[in-house]
């Protein structure tokens, strides 16, 4: 009882704290915004319009510069993001590198302040992770808290982000958890409870946007808002995979790593000097694209082709940022676009705010994997029962056709690219981050191909196992034996024969590298007390055995260990 109220305390404080970052974050990028003119308000205010063209164009040039030197002291050469999150989290590998955090933190900070066309949402879950992660391992808690931790960081940034404590707690178990615990979730909601008091009461910081009272949409126009779904399913897919692809075209450019955001920002520079909405996070753009009358329908369908492309081009180049608020941005212009095109024809005149908030949330769903969680995004901002409801009907065609067509979010696809797939559940993402080296024995027979048959059959029948494995001087593997197999050889009058003349039965063997998933394929194909494990990178080195009932026995304790965790009792 006392651990679990520790543990409820220990997700207010990092609550708090990731807070506080947070809101330290998004107002140095408001600032850097305005100082460096990349702000609609910088850029109104600046007296000197002539000099404008200039800083368009420099301005994300020098941000990318800093951007890739910043990502030279990274490990991968890259920032992490949501996506690391989740990989530690699912595969419980272990705690979150706090260099890497606050280097990818920089690289975001440099990159929005510099007008990159990214989002601030997937630095600032990566920072909670990462805060969550440092109070678990100052506190050297085991990694199943170490998990709740970093829920807990996650549910803070994205209550004082988006002043949505619930759907911070739904967001930290929809993604990053990926279940539902009683025992995490009373950490994550004092998390997000602190989070949401400190943005709404202490600091103040204003609502990504906001909706006035509105008509109530007639009952045929949710038959437009489920279409509005299905097509935001596809732009949806078109914006994950542009920028998939500019990252696999910037792979094979000859250009140094450290230089491609530079030149990324130079692209983006020259299209803002034509269509400047495309600049920074796009707050201004979204809230614009909420009102009726501000953009025309050919403008909306160029900022938002125009914003597709300076994502994919600033992400896939390298840029550090997230994909979220782009998402909410392009998810609002294809709405307000749709909603734009039925006033045109007269079908509706006085709902069209309904029709911009379906085309956001059908785009950023699929993009995040998390439908519930920008439902009661929606809801936690607007307070609007009937605009939900619209919501909901885009997102029930939007999500599953996306997950059909392109997968469960963009978090998915780039950790699949990666090696780590998750489509087939936690479980299996475990079991395949869990090395065989683990389970590996020296208690074996092993024999020299020089013996010979009879004199393994002694020493084998001795040893209380029933296999062997055939070794040489220098300890490289040659084969295995099995007792049944000997003594067939000796009834057949072959006892006086040498091993290493003997034929032998086809086994397979694994590496110290080979995951308990792979084995346990392995064992679907064997049968035997043991599997010999070879070095194939060192001339095939004889390092030991594993016997199937370790790997069996691995197999249920990370089982019975995920189970504990999920129903609340880890």
């Keep these: 009882m006392l651990r679990f109220v520790g543990l409820v305390v220990l997700g207010g404080i990092i609550g708090g704290v990731a807070a506080l970052a947070a809101a330290g974050f998004v107002g140095l990028v408001l600032w850097l915004n305005d100082v460096l003119l990349m702000s609609p308000r910088g850029r109104m205010m600046f007296a000197h319009p002539e ?49 890497a955090g606050v280097l990818s933190m920089l690289s975001a900070l440099a990159s929005l302040g510099s007008g990159a066309s990214v989002g601030q949402y997937g630095p600032l879950v990566h920072m909670g992770a990462s805060l969550g992660s440092l109070g678990a391992k100052v506190l050297r808690l085991g990694r199943s808290d170490d998990n709740v931790a970093i829920a807990c960081g996650v549910a803070a940034v994205i209550a004082t982000a988006f002043h949505a404590p619930l759907a911070g707690i739904v967001f930290a178990h929809e993604v990053i958890l990926r279940h539902y615990a009683l025992r995490a979730f009373s950490p994550v909601a004092a998390a ?105 329908s050919v403008e909306l369908a160029i900022v938002l082709l125009l914003k597709i492309a300076a994502t994919a081009l600033c992400l ?39 029709y911009a908030v379906c085309g956001m949330v059908a785009v950023t769903a699929p993009v995040i994997g998390a439908p519930l969680t920008t439902l009661l995004i ?12 619209a919501a909901l009907a885009s997102v029930t065609l939007a999500s599953p056709i996306a997950a059909q067509l392109f997968g469960r979010s963009l978090f998915d696809i780039q950790l699949a690219e990666r090696g780590l797939d998750l489509s087939a559940g936690r479980s299996q993402a475990v079991l395949k981050g869990a090395r065989l080296k683990q389970l590996l024995s020296h208690d074996c027979v092993t024999l020299h191909p020089e013996q010979c048959v009879n004199d393994a059959i002694s020493l084998l029948s001795n040893s209380g196992h029933t296999e062997a494995h055939l070794v040489d001087d220098g300890q ?30 086809p086994r397979p063997v694994l590496g110290p590298e080979t995951s308990v ?47 504990r965790e999920e129903h609340g009792v880890g």
């Design 517 to 563: 998933w792979t084995a346990m394929q392995y064992l679907q194909e064997v049968t035997g007390e043991a599997i010999a494990v070879v070095d194939d990178s060192n001339d095939d080195a004889f390092l030991g055995v594993v016997y199937e009932t370790s790997i069996a026995r691995a197999y249920l304790n990370y089982s019975a260990e995920l189970r």
């Design 476 to 505: 490289h593997y040659q084969g295995s034996l099995t007792l049944v197999h000997l003594e067939a050889m000796r009834g057949r009058g072959w006892g006086d024969r040498l091993l290493r003349d003997c034929p032998r039965e």
């Design 192 to 296: 997000a409870i602190v989070g949401y008091v400190i943005a709404n009461d202490v600091l103040a910081q204003g609502a990504l946007f906001h909706v006035n009272d509105t008509a109530v949409p007639q009952a045929w126009e949710f038959g437009l808002f489920i279409i509005i779904g299905g097509f935001g399913a596809l732009v949806s897919g078109a914006y994950m995979h542009a920028i998939l692809a500019v990252g696999r075209w910037a792979g094979r450019l000859p250009l140094i790593p450290s230089l491609r955001p530079a030149v990324a920002g130079s692209m983006l520079g020259l299209m803002a000097l034509w269509v400047p909405d495309i600049l920074g996070m796009g707050k201004e753009t979204l809230r614009f694209a909420t009102i009726e009358g501000a953009f025309g």
């Design 316 to 354: 896939g180049m390298g840029f550090g940022g997230g994909v979220f608020s782009p998402a909410l941005v392009i998810g609002t212009l294809f709405g307000a676009l749709c909603g734009t095109l039925v006033n045109a024809v007269g079908l509706a005149t006085d709902t069209y705010v309904f």
């Design 378 to 389: 929606v809801f936690e901002l607007t307070g609007n029962y009937v605009l939900t409801t």
């Design 51 to 99: 000099w404008l063209v200039v800083t368009t164009i420099l301005v994300p040039v020098v941000g990318g510069l800093v951007v890739g030197q910043l990502h030279r002291a990274i490990p991968e050469r890259r920032p992490h993001g949501p996506a690391d999150a989740i990989a530690a989290v699912q595969t419980r590998r272990g705690r979150l590198p706090f260099r």
